[in-house]
């Protein structure tokens, strides 16, 4: 048995002859003609990339505080600052708020 029957991989498109790829995909060097192209775009759709909604800054920012360990600290400034702890409150949250 040679190597290439006892792998049950595929060889990827870059590693194969491109004559080869070519035909696996149904085209030719010079590409598709109209008529294939009209065929694979009703069959797939427009040749286009989907647009990704960004994300807004704050809520980046927002999410950096979605923590256990965050919300420890936050405890512990909020309990700092009803025990008259001023500093140490503020330090904490400080630190918080650089991590973030």
């Given at each position: 048995?040679?190597?290439?029957?006892?792998?049950?991989?595929?060889?990827?498109?870059?590693?194969?002859?491109?004559?080869?790829?070519?035909?696996?995909?149904?085209?030719?060097?010079?590409g598709l003609?109209?008529?294939?192209?009209?065929?694979?775009?009703?069959?797939?759709?427009?040749?286009?990339?989907?647009?990704?909604?960004?994300?807004?800054?704050?809520?980046?920012?927002?999410?950096?505080?979605?923590?256990?360990?965050?919300y420890v600290?936050?405890?512990a400034a909020?309990?700092?600052?009803?025990?008259?702890?001023?500093?140490?409150?503020?330090?904490?949250?400080?630190?918080?708020?650089?991590?973030?």
């Open positions: 048995m040679n190597a290439q029957q006892g792998s049950s991989k595929e060889v990827p498109f870059h590693a194969q002859p491109a004559g080869h790829v070519l035909s696996s995909l149904g085209s030719q060097p010079d003609s109209q008529e294939q192209v009209a065929t694979k775009q009703q069959q797939f759709g427009p040749n286009r990339l989907t647009t990704q909604l960004l994300e807004p800054l704050w809520h980046k920012f927002l999410k950096q505080f979605h923590n256990v360990l965050i600290l936050l405890v909020t309990l700092s600052w009803l025990i008259g702890r001023w500093t140490d409150g503020v330090v904490i949250f400080a630190v918080v708020l650089i991590n973030g």
